[in-house]
């Protein structure tokens, strides 16, 4: 499969702590993307990372991307409990255009 | 605000019937991506376009078509619908650098 893993599968922390959710893929990728979704809504954009890129960051946000061992990581810092939703990693595979293809995602809530 | 937006926002259907769901992308945008996600699951690629052309397809039957209009509008198509067809589906469009942007989503359920 094309598609994205993430880990762990659900994550609970305390406001104010950070939170660490990872990505790991199979095949090579030209970018990967990082996505919040709240409770059945549509997903919202967090940050795109090419596969040239090893770190990004975007405010609280800091995606990390190692293409030898085909994983990455997003880094919420100081979480608030707004940043209760699930998380997702998509990856667009090498040959196969601009077509994404999703992991599970990471249940994240933050306890007040 | 992602600039995509799509209608309806939930559509209630029966096992049999046919669905169209629209989306309109950023102005633009020529690609336009269309997935399916079930109640707990990742989103699951249908299809792309590119410029009006199919420009790629996951693992979905032929049931499942598309068009793209080049007023950055397009439609999913679905017939013969099945049971478990019922789920949020999203349409997203790519910018210049790659990124794609979603729109809020369609939730169809098939009685």
């Known amino acids: 499969s094309q598609q994205g893993e993430e880990d762990p599968q659900a994550l609970s922390i305390q406001e104010g702590e950070n939170a660490t959710m990872n990505c790991s893929y199979k095949t090579s990728i030209n970018n990967l993307q990082w996505y919040r979704q709240n409770s059945g809504r549509g997903l919202v954009h967090l940050i795109l990372i090419r596969s040239n890129e090893r770190e990004k960051h975007s405010g609280r946000l800091r995606v990390t991307l190692d293409t030898s061992k085909k994983s990455s990581s997003l880094l919420i810092t100081a979480s608030r409990a707004a940043d209760t939703a699930s998380y997702f990693c998509?990856?667009?595979?090498?040959?196969?255009?601009?077509?994404?293809?999703f992991g599970t995602g990471t249940s994240l809530t933050v306890i007040p | 605000e992602t600039g995509v937006t799509q209608s309806p926002t939930h559509l209630i259907k029966t096992r049999g019937q046919q669905v169209t769901l629209r989306c309109s992308s950023q102005s633009g945008h020529n690609t336009v991506s269309w997935y399916q996600q079930a109640l707990g699951q990742g989103p699951q690629f249908i299809f792309q376009y590119y410029r009006e052309e199919e420009n790629g397809r996951g693992n979905f039957p032929p049931r499942f078509s598309g068009l793209q209009f080049p007023n950055y509008s397009s439609e999913l198509n679905v017939n013969a619908l099945e049971l478990d067809d019922s789920a949020l589906y999203l349409c997203?469009?790519?910018?210049?650098?790659?990124?794609?942007?979603f729109g809020p989503g369609t939730r169809l359920t098939v009685l």
């Open positions: 997203a469009s790519n910018s210049d650098l790659n990124e794609q942007f």
């Open positions: 998509a990856t667009d595979h090498s040959g196969t255009g601009n077509q994404f293809y």
